[in-house]
T-cell receptor, first 115, second 111 residues
Framework: AQKVTQAQTEISVVEKEDVTLDCVYE???????LFWYKQPPSGELVFLIR??????QNEISGRYSWNFQKSTSSFNFTITASQVVDSAVYFC????????????FGQGTRLTINP | EAQVTQNPRYLITVTGKKLTVTCSQN?????MSWYRQDPGLGLRQIYY???????DKGDVPEGYKVSRKEKRNFPLILESPSPNQTSLYFC??????????FGPGTRLTVL
């Protein structure tokens, strides 16, 4: 069975600090997708990134970067120079590549950026 | 604008009173699904549909029904709601091979 673990329930940092959100997953599939979603206080789910398991290149998008390590089954998310607007709940998720592609979510990490 | 819409956004009801939460997408996506979000549990899939007239159970289907008569619509039906169905519900859709688009969410309270 697939499982996603976000061990950090809550993180609080001061603005401009860098912060890393951890994500560890379990799956028997050899190929799969990994995702990060952001849920701001308004409640909607905002898609941030999708990564294929066969592409282990790290990705950077502005202040956001993602570190995928298949050897440790981790897909960590780093925000550089955090801002108050980054405050949200962040979810890591996993899905199979074929078939129904159900998303299996972690429990989420609540990130608070203090001014 | 490409979007997934849900109605109502907020609903307070009583135990046993049948209700339907509508979901509609304008992207011609084949795949649609429903999730519920509960504190400490993340999001869990309730039902999904691979295409018109094709639906299947997710991880937590008990107490829910769905139908997919048209490609754009995927309503979630609670025939006899109970307090343990108080939750935040999300509808999502996707085209094969792409990421899922989520609706804005429906916050349901069952008294």
């Amino acid at each position: 069975a697939q499982k996603v673990t976000q061990a950090q329930t809550e993180i609080s940092v001061v603005e401009k600090e860098d912060v890393t959100l951890d994500c560890v997953y379990e799956t028997r599939d050899t190929t799969y997708y990994l995702f990060w979603y952001k849920q701001p206080p308004s409640g909607e789910l905002v898609f941030l990134i999708r990564r294929n398991s066969f592409d282990e290149q790290n990705e950077i998008s502005g202040r956001y970067s993602w570190n995928f390590q298949k050897s440790t089954s981790s897909f960590n998310f780093t925000i550089t120079a955090s801002q108050v607007v980054d405050s949200a709940v962040y979810f890591c998720a996993l899905s199979e590549i074929q078939g129904a592609q159900k998303l299996v979510f972690g429990q989420g990490t609540r990130l608070t950026i203090n001014p | 604008e490409a979007q997934v819409t849900q109605n109502p956004r907020y609903l307070i009801t009583v135990t046993g009173k049948k209700l339907t939460v509508t979901c509609s997408q304008n992207m011609n996506h084949e795949y649609m699904s429903w999730y519920r979000q509960d504190p400490g549990l993340g999001l869990r899939q309730i039902y999904y549909s691979m295409n018109v007239e094709v639906t299947d159970k997710g991880d937590v289907p008990e107490g829910y029904k769905v139908s997919r008569k048209e490609k754009r619509n995927f309503p979630l039906i609670l025939e006899s709601p109970s307090p343990n169905q108080t939750s935040l519900y999300f509808c999502a859709s996707r085209r094969q091979g792409l990421g899922q688009f989520f609706g804005p969410g429906t916050r349901l309270t069952v008294l």
